[in-house]
């Protein structure tokens, strides 16, 4: 589950609630679910399709309510995920065994019943769906009959988690204190959601002997928020989660650029200084979520060995030498090679990059178990490589945000050059 979920699989209903009859007017609540909206259908942090986001502002009917959360949950397909969230006033009905009820605009406190949703229509719809991800969200305060149990030693979170906890399903509550369920003095957001849409759009960065995690999970952002609430006096958010919920990866992590750097040269800056990566070149060959490897461009290093097929030698650019391509698995061949303009992909070639209009798919690696025939009317040149150098996930992207490493704009046919050794030096020169 450390993968987000597939957008197009998933759905998302967003419930506020800002204006009330009986109760205090929440006018943050309206920005809560537009800025929700607007950044889960962010490719860049999720980009869910807008007819699975299904904003519910102000309704009426707790029917109403209900029936687009059980769609959704009939729509979500099991690779995907449910995600309901209600943000509004949180009322405790005395009369039905202290059930959870989320108030709707017209929702009497003395009989929350009678125009409020049962936190157990969510639950069973929520329950009812094939999905394996199914996150609930409750940014409510807890009113009613709360300050009794709050008086026992519970806080308003713990009660309304407690009540509100689904088998299968992983829950967040915010539960303030009615006076804080407002957004603080400034602020556009409720306390709770402001500090989760921050988190998420700043994404996170762990300590500097940690892989930056490509995605959140509700726990680091249970995390997250919790300790930012806590230190601006703000009442702590509840996680209840069973089995993997709380690995459940809500969207991609901000801090880690996620376009693809694959056929991406990078080189090291003058004042870096690294055993492997000071003053050197390198070619990414692949660039993703479980990190990246590539190959050093500046350091030919012998002779091709005699086992290496004749029928390629021809095809390799000059020096005709076997480079050091890094310290890992340096028990055989990497083959770099470019294709000539318009030709097929030949058998066993694997493009760094996806084709465009600038043709960046001649560009990739070939395999050697078997020699192919007719190379000479499809490869341009080629380069061969003995061992790679490897990156976690995240690690590739702090080099670049340090400034340790910068990424060539200079085309990709630079790899190739007849003076690797002097690579660095140019690339230096054309920044």
């Known amino acids: 589950m450390s993968e987000v979920a597939a957008a197009a699989l998933s759905q998302v209903v967003l419930i506020g609630v800002s ?16 800025g929700l909206a607007d950044l889960l259908g962010d490719p860049a942090y999720w980009g ?32 995907g995920l449910l995600l309901v969230y209600f943000s509004g006033h949180g009322l405790v009905d005395p009369a039905d065994d202290d059930k959870l009820i989320l108030a709707l605009p017209a929702c009497d406190p003395d009989a929350p019943h009678e125009e409020g949703l049962p936190y157990d229509w969510v639950r069973w719809a929520v329950a009812g769906t094939r999905a394996r991800r199914r996150l609930v969200i409750l940014d409510c305060c807890y009113s009613g009959r709360a300050d009794a149990e ?19 399903t992983c829950l967040l509550v915010s539960a303030p204190a009615n006076r804080r369920a407002r957004a603080p003095h400034g602020e556009i957001h409720t306390a709770f959601t402001g500090e989760l849409l921050r988190f998420l759009r700043e994404g996170y960065q762990p300590g500097p002997r940690e892989a930056t995690p490509p995605a959140l999970t509700v726990e680091t952002i249970w995390r997250s928020v919790r300790d930012a609430m806590l230190r601006r006096g703000f009442e702590r958010p509840e996680m209840r989660a069973r089995d993997f919920g709380a690995a459940i990866a809500l969207v991609h992590n901000a801090r880690l650029p996620r376009h693809d750097l694959a056929g991406s040269v990078l080189y090291a800056a003058p004042w870096f200084i690294d055993d492997e990566l000071g003053q050197r070149a390198v070619l990414v060959l692949r660039h993703n979520a479980t990190g990246s490897l590539g190959v050093c461009l500046t350091r030919p290093d012998r002779e091709i060995p005699p086992d290496f097929p004749d029928r390629w030698r021809p095809l390799i650019s000059t ?23 318009g030709a097929a992909h030949p058998l066993r070639f694997t493009p760094l990059r996806p084709p465009d209009e600038e043709g960046a798919d001649r560009l990739g690696t070939i395999a050697l178990s078997q020699i192919p025939e007719d190379l000479e009317d499809t490869v341009d040149t080629m380069r061969v490589f003995v061992g790679y150098l490897g990156w976690r996930p995240g690690e590739l992207e702090d080099y670049i945000e340090r400034g340790e490493l910068i990424v060539s704009r200079r085309p990709t046919r630079q790899v190739f050059t007849e003076r690797p050794g002097e690579l660095w030096q140019s690339l230096q020169a054309a920044r």
């Open 150 to 168: 709050l008086g026992s030693g519970f806080t308003g979170t713990d009660a309304v988690a407690d009540k509100a906890a689904t088998d299968g």
């Open 48 to 79: 869910v399709p807008p007819g699975n986001v299904h904003v519910l502002l102000d309704p009426e009917s707790p029917g109403e309510v209900s029936r687009v959360v059980r769609e959704a949950a009939a729509a979500t397909e099991r690779d």
């Open 19 to 34: 204006g009330y009859q009986h109760l205090p007017d929440l006018t943050p609540v309206r920005n809560n679910v537009t």
């Open 319 to 341: 020096p005709a030498m076997l480079f050091h391509g890094g310290p890992v698995a340096r028990d055989g061949y990497i083959v770099l090679t470019m294709l000539r303009a």
